[in-house]
């Protein structure tokens, strides 16, 4: 009877945060990130704007969350279920590319990239793989390297990731015409395949240690 109610709970938060989300991204795409507040969030998803602040900090969170829904989740499911002789970083460099450049819809894309305070809400993201691909990483060495060497590869992606984002968002060197607005540069998938490149060696090694202690 608890396990049930426990899940009955879980599905009630899960749809209250995802309520918050879509409802925070369409006032934003209505009325412009700038001009919503959370109460308006919180009254167009039927909560309380007290229980907007248990689940996000901000509105440029809620906005964000929207578009990027449990994409560390699907990274790390991804990671997990690639076949083991597959390269620990080609699994990873795959599932990320994968989710970091699904289409994009046109409108969410520029409402982010027309506003520092969603740019950067959106470069904070990539922190959240860290738990779920240390836990992915971990599955697929076995443990055999330890929890610590799972997660501090995981944070080094995470950061990697985030460093690629940052590239593909800066705002240009010079003002120009385009009144805040930071048009997207170069491909993202070769940036971010760029930035985990530098991490092969390490995954590498880690792969290695796995291969001789199994077999």
Same mark, same amino acid.
């Given at each position: 009877m608890t396990t049930r109610r426990t899940g009955l709970r879980e599905q009630k938060k899960q749809a209250t945060r995802v309520a918050l989300r879509e409802a925070a991204l369409r006032l934003a795409l209505q009325y412009g990130p700038e001009n919503v507040r959370v109460d308006d969030i919180a009254?167009?998803?039927?909560? /309380?704007?007290?229980?907007?602040n248990n689940y996000f900090s901000s509105r440029e969170q809620a906005i964000v969350a929207a578009v990027t829904a449990e994409r560390e989740e699907r990274i790390a499911a991804a990671v997990?279920?690639?076949p083991a002789h597959d390269r620990l970083a080609d699994a990873l460099a795959d599932a990320i590319v994968e989710q970091y450049t699904e289409p994009d819809d046109h409108d969410v894309l #520029?409402?982010?990239?027309?506003n520092? /305070? #969603?740019r950067d809400a959106f #470069?904070?993201?990539?922190?959240? #793989?860290?738990?779920?691909?240390a836990d992915a990483i971990?599955?697929? !060495?076995?443990?055999t390297a330890g929890t610590l060497t799972a997660r501090v590869l995981a944070a080094t992606v995470a950061a990697a990731v985030r460093a690629a984002l940052h590239q593909w968002l800066q705002p240009p060197a010079a003002p120009c015409a385009t009144g805040g607005l930071v048009v997207p540069s170069g491909s993202l998938p070769d940036l971010l395949r760029s930035a985990l490149a530098a991490l092969a060696p390490a !995954?590498?090694?880690?792969?290695?240690l796995q291969d001789v202690q199994t077999g």
């Open positions: 009254e167009a998803a039927g909560v /309380s704007p007290r229980t907007y997990a279920d690639r #520029l409402l982010i990239t027309e520092p /305070s #969603l #470069l904070d993201t990539a922190a959240t #793989l860290e738990h779920p691909l971990a599955q697929r !060495l076995g443990d !995954l590498d090694a880690a792969d290695k």
